[in-house]
């Protein structure tokens, strides 16, 4: 029997439903306040933030855009909702200023929740890399900027992590699918042509780390299995454990002192 093809959104859906309990005790939250200060969201702003997980920027957000802003935040994944809906439930702020939608952020044409050139902020944080056709998804997500608004996504650097390029290589070796689209992002200015080429002007591009003050980080082989585990889930580990181990210990050689460097 041929193995079912899922969509991009439904292999979201699947694959942050078990990653919805943890996002929030991983490195994300302080990555998310440094990301969001970089921002400048002023009251009365309408903020559109897509992908939004388990709401990281979605709540810092609120109380900056005042009574008279509003916030309006989609996801994919119902356990990464449930997770941000119970911050709602317990938060005044966030009951009156936020609108909270499962919706797929590459289609929004269809959600009926949304409103075309009426927002001042759109975000788009840890997410872009998921998803095919990155000059498609900023063509239509400009389309709900209002005239003079601002589009802000991170895009991951072109060699790290390094764990998910090693990935990449050997799902694709097993004739798989990679769910992260990547291969475009090839220096610092990859997403400005993609943008420029939409007629979108390029304000600011900013260098953020993913841990502050942590440098590279090198691991050696002895570090390997564990963040091997970390990325994959049961039936993918044993199908990509010895392909991965090679590609590490490939890397591992080439760099000359047994680690690899990660990001
Ligand atoms: C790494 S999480 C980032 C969440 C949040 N922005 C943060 O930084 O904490 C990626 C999120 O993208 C969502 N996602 C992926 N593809 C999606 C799609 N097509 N439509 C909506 N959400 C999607 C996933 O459900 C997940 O919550």
């Known amino acids: ?51 939004c997980g388990t709401g990281l920027e979605a709540v810092i957000a609120c109380p900056l855009v005042g009574d008279n802003g509003l916030v309006t935040a989609l996801d994919a994944a119902p356990a990464m909702l449930d997770v941000f809906r119970k911050k709602q439930a317990t938060d005044e702020i966030l009951s009156r200023r936020l609108v909270l939608v499962q919706h797929d952020v590459t289609d929004l044409e269809s959600c009926e929740h949304l409103e075309k050139g009426a927002y001042d902020v759109i975000i788009c944080s840890n997410a872009f890399v998921l ?89 050696g082989r002895e570090e390997m299995n564990a963040m091997f585990d970390y990325i994959t889930k049961n039936q993918l580990r044993s199908k990509t454990r010895v392909l991965f181990e090679r590609e590490w210990d490939s890397a591992a050689e080439s760099e000359g002192n047994g680690n690899v460097k990660v990001s």
């Open 1 to 51: 029997m041929t193995p079912k093809q899922f969509s991009r959104f439904e292999q979201a859906q699947k694959s942050y439903q078990t990653r919805a309990r943890d996002n929030d005790n991983s490195w994300h939250p302080q990555y998310t306040t440094r990301f969001v200060k970089l921002i400048d969201i002023q009251p009365g702003d309408r903020v559109l933030v897509l992908a």
């Open 131 to 219: 998803f095919d056709d990155p000059g498609r998804v900023v063509s239509q997500w400009a389309g709900y900027l209002r005239r003079g608004g601002r589009l802000i996504v991170d895009i991951l650097h072109e060699n790290h992590p390094r764990q998910e390029l090693f990935m990449k290589k050997v799902i694709q070796q097993r004739g798989m699918t990679y769910p992260a689209s990547r291969s475009w992002i090839e220096s610092v200015h990859s997403f400005r042509g993609i943008l420029e080429a939409r007629h979108l002007q390029v304000f600011r591009i900013e260098a953020l780390d993913k841990e502050p003050g942590k440098g590279h980080v090198y691991l």
